[in-house]
């Protein structure tokens, strides 16, 4: 019966105590470590999959542009729509737990992240009155030769989206 049971809690631990890493993408860690001179994303600054220089961007308000991609195709977000969109993209850049679900064919990428419906209703809150001329920011911009997004349709507001 010992046996069973250590065989057991073997199963369980090591199906739910995964070990956490970095997404493959070209801003990101190898592996997380601390950053403690983080300027955004100070949730992460214990394990962080990205660099401190690089929240020094999200810092700046309002965001114009994180790396090659413009935030205000369609016009300065809302301090709240910001504020939002930040919480996002240290999520995407800098936590070691969007590896968790990291795409199976584009490593950079996650896909299938559980929301909580509250999470959901409070970003709609957020954004609904900005604008935007994508309906997917990580797919549906038309981008130039040096990455640079751009807008392939008119603007319109979130809440039309």
Known sequence: ?????????????????????????????LKPSPEPNMRECTLYSKSSCCYADF????ARS????????YWNRCGQLSK???DFMKKIECFYRCSPYAARWIHPSYTAAI???PLCQNFCDDWYEACKDDSTCVRNWLTD??????????????CILYSEV
């Open 62 to 69: 309002p965001v114009i542009k994180i790396s090659n991609s």
């Open 141 to 154: 911009w038309e981008r130039d030769r040096s990455g640079e997004n751009h807008c392939n349709n008119e």
């Open 111 to 113: 896909r299938s992240v």
């Open 55 to 58: 929240t020094v961007q999200l």
């Open 80 to 82: 709240p729509c910001e």
């Open 1 to 29: 019966m010992l046996r069973f049971a250590v065989t057991l809690f073997a199963v369980i631990m090591s199906s739910t105590c995964q070990k956490f890493g970095c997404l493959e993408g070209s801003t990101h860690k």
